[in-house]
């Protein structure tokens, strides 16, 4: 792939003893999310999903174009109220604690602080009733549903969370457990996260049955002016990083979907955040096993686990550098696939496999791109205690 020029610049400003480190070029991210604003109707509401990348220069750029932070913890509510503070929070995940529903309920206010909380099952309802009424408030629920399929098949390729046996939601015939809802709770409406990775005709597809689904539930169950999550899941394409999600095709789909007096709403993270983040390294070492080719970077997967968790290759562009000051012959590679892993002790440790590079050589600089989202954050960066990745802001 092909870096940035301001990313080449500050990967030589560090040099190789700056690095390995995360960039974040927050200039790109702001424009990225207007441009998302942009494509989705005034009606549809956009949050963004804290788990992708919850750091706090990150949520603070957000906030400029996002109308709210779907938050899955109260790690991530706490966290997101203090980066980000007075917009409207989406509390939604699985097990959350009397403990966590009690610090949400804290903050919950009309317009800002935890303004809905996406309810898993019946007995988490039950339990949210309890804590709203201990702190003598109103709790604005969302059921969070797992609808049967019939699935298109992009979908089903992408299926991982929901049409099928999951600790995510309800069945839709578990729905009526919640209702009539318990006097501290008012419903809203539903939820519903299918998958992630999904292109937008896929979540379209998905959107609308919700959308039928809710619109019948709903008068059924007194819920007037409902509200429909649409979830997040828009597909990122790491074998193509130029190719971005439609959000133009998605943008016009949620239009022709959505109907006066109803919300609909989306909570994306990867592909909001992923294509603002970069993981710089350098070479360590270059060298040849039973016929194939290494180079040993300095970091790897405890630094951005995402090819590890995904089992992908994570896109790359070499920055070389000319220097190279021992008396003995650089190694190196060129015009031929080199497979890219870590410093760590595994042979898991791979950040990319079998790729074809013009030139590849100890000393030079890599910069790793679609960082921003499920990279720093989900990688296990106690194991061999090497130390963290510096982070650099690209204002
Ligand atoms: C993870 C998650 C999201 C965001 O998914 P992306 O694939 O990052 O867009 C949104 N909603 C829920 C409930 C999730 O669990």
Redesign the pocket.
Known sequence: MIAPERVIELARKLGPDGVPAYVYDLAALDAHAAAIRAALPRAVQFYY?V??NPDAAVLRTLARHADGF?V?SGGELAHTAAAAPGRPLAF??PGKTPAEMAAALELASPAAGTSRF?VESAHELALLDEAARAAGRRADVLL?VNLPGPFDQEEQAALV?GGKPSP?GMDSSQLRRCTPPPTSVRLRGL?A?L???VGADGLLAAAGRLVSFGRQWCAEHGVTDPEFNL????AVDYTRPDAGFDWAGYGRGLAALARPGETLRI??????TAYCGWYLTRVLDVKHSHGEAFAVVAGGTHHLRTPAAKGHDQPFAVIGVEDWMPSWPRPGVSGRAVTIAGQLCTPKDVLARRVRVSRLRAGDLVAFGLAG??AWNISHQGFLMHPPPAFHYLA
């Not at 979830?231 to 828009?234: D, F, S, T």
């Not at 909570?267 to 909001?272: K, L, T, W």
């Open positions: 999903a788990k992708a779907e899955s939604g995940g996406h969070r969370m995510f939820h996260h998958a992630s990775g979830g997040g899941g828009m909570e994306p993270g990867r592909a909001v989202a499920y």
